[in-house]
């Protein structure tokens, strides 16, 4: 019997570790998705804000009427920053056709904005204004929407993805809670089992030994009469 029991605290232990294992690296699963998504979230941010900085500077040009050097170094500046932030968007997206919508729209406002430019270099202020609201805008406002609802997706989906990880996490810790009170209350029986089984054995040895004193009392009363 006892070592049944043993047997089975055994395969018990066995299958918590299996179960905890298992889930363990499911949650870290969930973790490193989160953990991509956040990344996504955090990049679609900064694309935004090239963007608001590009559309910064595009005004500062009609303001100005004119590129000077120190706005040119600016604008090829947030042109580069633009270009890496898709790149690295690249590595964190779950959906390219997403991505290329995206890029599809930077790549349009930044064609919008160069013609509006180029406009100014050449002096022509009234169609570089036409040209901004017909077209720099209008793209803008596109690439805008698109990356909001993007930064959305990403938002939530990190949000669920945290929230199943933490859930696990407790889940994990209370099957393992209760696994070990389950190990620990088998224990408690097996030790019991062999306590009495200890204690019918210390008793059977007792008997034996007061039928073998009784015995050698009789041997000694025949042999003494």
């Given at each position: 019997m006892v070592s049944q029991k043993q047997s089975s605290s055994i395969v018990l232990i066995i299958g918590a570790i299996i179960a905890v294992c298992g889930a363990t690296?499911?949650?870290?699963?969930?973790?490193?998705?989160?953990?991509?998504?956040?990344?996504?979230?955090?990049?679609?941010?900064?694309?935004?804000?090239?963007?608001?900085?590009?559309?910064?500077?595009?005004?500062?040009?009609?303001?100005?009427?004119?590129?000077d050097t120190e706005?040119?170094?600016?604008?090829?500046?947030?042109?580069?920053?633009?270009?890496r932030s898709l790149v690295t968007l690249q590595a964190t997206t779950d959906s390219l056709n997403?991505?290329?919508?995206?890029?599809?729209a930077y790549q349009s406002y930044a064609s919008a904005?160069?013609?509006?430019?180029?406009?100014?270099?050449?002096?022509?202020?009234?169609?570089?204004?036409?040209?901004?609201?017909?077209?720099?805008?209008?793209?803008?406002?596109?690439?805008?929407?698109?990356?909001?609802?993007?930064?959305?997706?990403?938002?939530?989906?990190?949000?669920?993805?945290?929230?199943?990880?933490?859930?696990?996490?407790?889940?994990?810790?209370?099957?393992?809670?209760?696994?070990?009170?389950?190990v620990f209350r088998q224990y408690l029986r097996v030790y019991r089992q062999v306590q009495l089984m200890t204690i019918d054995a210390m008793r059977d040895q007792q008997n034996k030994l007061n039928e073998e004193r009784q015995l050698l009392c009789l041997l000694y009363t025949s042999d003494a009469a």
């Amino acid at each position: 019997m006892v070592s049944q029991k043993q047997s089975s605290s055994i395969v018990l232990i066995i299958g918590a570790i299996i179960a905890v294992c298992g889930a363990t690296f499911g949650i870290a699963t969930l973790n490193s998705q989160a953990s991509r998504a956040a990344q996504h979230e955090q990049e679609l941010n900064h694309l935004q804000a090239i963007a608001n900085r590009l559309d910064a500077l595009e005004w500062r040009a009609i303001a100005k009427k004119k590129i000077d050097t120190e706005l040119e170094e600016d604008l090829q500046l947030q042109r580069r920053e633009a270009q890496r932030s898709l790149v690295t968007l690249q590595a964190t997206t779950d959906s390219l056709n997403h991505l290329e919508k995206i890029e599809s729209a930077y790549q349009s406002y930044a064609s919008a904005v160069n013609q509006l430019l180029n406009l100014l270099i050449s002096n022509q202020v009234e169609k570089a204004l036409e040209t901004d609201t017909k077209k720099v805008d209008p793209s803008y406002d596109e690439l805008y929407e698109l990356i909001q609802h993007e930064t959305k997706e990403a938002s939530d989906k990190y949000n669920l993805l945290n929230y199943w990880s933490n859930l696990g996490s407790i889940i994990i810790l209370l099957c393992l809670v209760t696994t070990l009170g389950m190990v620990f209350r088998q224990y408690l029986r097996v030790y019991r089992q062999v306590q009495l089984m200890t204690i019918d054995a210390m008793r059977d040895q007792q008997n034996k030994l007061n039928e073998e004193r009784q015995l050698l009392c009789l041997l000694y009363t025949s042999d003494a009469a």
